[in-house]
Nanobody, 126 residues
């Protein structure tokens, strides 16, 4: 059974930093695209960042470019999201996601992902 478990959320002031982690189990995800999405109250889930299985290709939402960095440690089945210069509008529940098939390229489309974590809350105060 595949599981994605996020950690690292919390409450910070604007301008602060957080590092989210997602640990995958039930499958070796070294061949799989991994991604982060987020959902704020009353809003649709939106793409944040994705990283290809080889780490050679990444994709970011325009709203987080230059502030967020996605990385992965395949030996640990883990993907990270380093977030700096956080803004109140970054407040959301952050979800880790992975597709059903290996070797896919990064995509911002929710339909491209099959496995989802339970989410970790990030709150940024002004």
């Amino acid at each position: 059974q595949v599981q994605l478990v996020e950690a690292g959320g919390g409450s910070v002031q604007a301008g602060g930093s957080l590092r989210l982690s997602c640990v995958a189990s039930g499958r070796t995800f070294s061949s799989y695209l991994m991604a982060w999405f987020r959902q704020a109250p009353g809003r649709e889930r939106e793409f944040v960042a994705a990283i290809a299985w080889s780490s050679q290709s990444t994709d970011y939402a325009d709203s987080v470019k230059s502030r967020f960095t996605i990385s992965r440690e395949n030996a640990k089945n883990t993907v990270h999201l380093q977030m700096v210069s956080l803004k109140p509008e970054d407040t959301a529940t952050y979800y880790c996601a992975a597709p059903q098939d290996p070797f896919t390229i990064p995509t911002p489309t929710i339909d491209g992902y099959y496995y989802w974590g339970q989410g970790t809350q990030v709150t940024v105060s002004s």
